[in-house]
């Protein structure tokens, strides 16, 4: 299931979402398809503990454009999309050249791969932005998360891909609340 527009403005409202400026970034993003983007860019403001578009590190702001380069790649064109609400030095950010969503820690410096689009990326805020809406707690919370892993894993499986990586370790967490 992919969420339209109506359903990311019901849980979060239109004054709770942003809209990423595509027109800003038509230098550097290409010819990536329309399916890499979450309807109309919508993006959610805060999804509380995962995700917030108030970027807290000197000299950047929300859709900076970072050019880094990795090894003997040369540089590429990173989008800042938002942080961590727990770690301001944790940047997700729209890889401009494939469209994925990765996340740049700044302190090692060190990039881990979030989602392998930016629709599934906000399709994952808006799955847990659910579930933390109507947070039953203990068990069923656990059981909700695993339900909700196993519906992502069809939306983006390399998500999971590594069993440290940002959403295994996030469900995780999730899904060990049944104690």
């Given at each position: 299931?992919?969420?339209?527009h109506?359903?990311?403005?019901?849980?979060w409202?239109?004054?709770?979402?942003?809209?990423?400026?595509?027109?800003?970034?038509?230098?550097?993003?290409?010819?990536?398809?329309?399916?890499?983007?979450?309807?109309?860019?919508?993006i959610?403001?805060?999804?509380?503990?995962?995700?917030?578009?108030?970027?807290?590190?000197s000299?950047?702001?929300?859709?900076?454009?970072?050019?880094?380069?990795?090894?003997?790649?040369?540089?590429?064109i990173?989008?800042?999309?938002g942080?961590s609400?727990?770690?301001p030095?944790?940047?997700?950010?729209?890889?401009?050249?494939?469209?994925?969503v990765?996340?740049?820690?700044?302190?090692?410096?060190?990039f881990?791969?979030?989602?392998?689009?930016?629709?599934?990326?906000?399709?994952?805020?808006?799955r847990?932005?659910?579930?933390?809406?109507?947070?039953?707690g203990?068990?069923?919370?656990?059981?909700?998360?695993?339900?909700?892993?196993?519906?992502?894993?069809?939306?983006?499986?390399?998500?999971?891909?590594?069993?440290?990586s940002?959403?295994?370790?996030?469900?995780?967490?999730l899904?060990?609340?049944?104690?």
């Open positions: 299931m992919t969420a339209t109506e359903e990311l403005t019901a849980l409202g239109a004054d709770g979402m942003i809209y990423f400026p595509l027109d800003r970034f038509d230098d550097v993003l290409g010819p990536l398809r329309p399916e890499v983007f979450p309807p109309f860019g919508a959610p403001l805060d999804v509380p503990i995962l995700f917030t578009v108030d970027v807290n590190v000299g950047m702001e929300l859709f900076s454009k970072l050019n880094i380069e990795i090894g003997d790649a040369g540089p590429r990173y989008i800042v999309l942080s609400p727990e770690d030095q944790l940047l997700f950010c729209l890889d401009a050249l494939t469209g994925a990765v996340l740049l820690d700044l302190e090692t410096p060190n881990e791969s979030v989602n392998g689009t930016f629709a599934a990326f906000v399709e994952f805020l808006y847990l932005g659910q579930l933390i809406a109507t947070d039953p203990g068990r069923a919370r656990a059981a909700r998360a695993a339900a909700i892993r196993a519906d992502l894993m069809n939306v983006d499986s390399s998500a999971f891909a590594d069993p440290e940002w959403w295994s370790l996030a469900f995780d967490q899904e060990s609340t049944s104690r």
